[in-house]
């Protein structure tokens, strides 16, 4: 098996536990893994992002801001190192779908271990894109993480319209009219799946919508904290 990023050839190890264990196909080379910047201790416990305090300043306005908010937590598992902006723009923008399978083991192993009160009550839903946008990319990178997850997963929502928030202040993106609408009532817990958290605007926007028809806990698992 070759990395899919390098294209070196993955040489498996040979140890006790994978001579005991059902073989694990790796998708990444250890030296590209390595590039990958995984989010440690100390991080907020709303939202991940790294902070010393156990709730960042970001979550602090969120709460100022907001009467009740509706998303339990997000957990992320990567910073958005210059790394990682290259290998999204490749999997994202150009459209190079297998590069997900890098994240793969990580991505499964981490849902379970902080999930794992959550597995019997709850669904995934994937944060949708618009048609246009779909059309675009021809893939949806939300429902491709979510594929991976041993958890049923609903494509719930619809997306109205998809402007571009990158480069909108968090004002701007608060005043964008909420483009998420449910395609029916809900009495389970969701799992929204994203590929990023970066205000956290599009996450509430998403369980906002969910809270209104009757969802009881909105939590949010992101591959990436920007």
């Excluded at 083991?105 to 009160?117: A, P």
């Excluded at 994937?126 to 990178?141: K, T, Y």
Aim: glycine share 2%.
């Amino acid at each position: 098996m070759n990395c899919l990023w390098c294209d070196i050839d993955i040489i498996p190890q040979t140890n006790w536990e994978t001579f005991l264990l059902p073989k694990r196909i790796k998708y990444i080379c250890d030296q590209c893994e390595d590039r990958l910047e995984k989010i440690n201790s100390p991080r907020c416990i709303y939202c991940s992002r790294t902070s010393n305090e156990s709730i960042c300043s970001d979550c602090k306005w969120w709460k100022a801001y907001l009467k009740e908010d509706s998303l339990s937590f997000n957990y992320s598992i990567y910073s958005y190192n210059d790394y990682m902006r290259e290998l999204m723009t490749r999997w994202k923008y150009r459209g190079d779908y297998i590069l997900v399978k890098m994240f793969q083991h990580t991505f499964v192993e981490t849902f379970k271990n902080i999930f794992s009160n959550q597995l019997k009550k709850s669904i995934i839903v994937p944060i949708p894109l618009s048609e246009d946008r779909l059309r675009e990319r021809c893939f949806n990178q939300a429902e491709a993480l979510a594929q991976m997850l041993p958890l049923t997963y609903e494509c719930l929502l619809i997306r109205t319209h998809d402007e571009k928030q990158a480069k909108k202040s968090r004002r701007e993106r608060l005043l964008t009219h909420n483009p998420f609408k449910a395609k029916r009532k809900i009495n389970k817990s969701v799992i929204l799946v994203d590929d990023i958290y970066t205000t956290g605007t599009t996450i509430r926007h998403a369980s906002n919508v969910l809270k209104e028809n009757g969802c009881p806990n909105v939590y949010a698992y992101t591959l990436i904290r920007g």
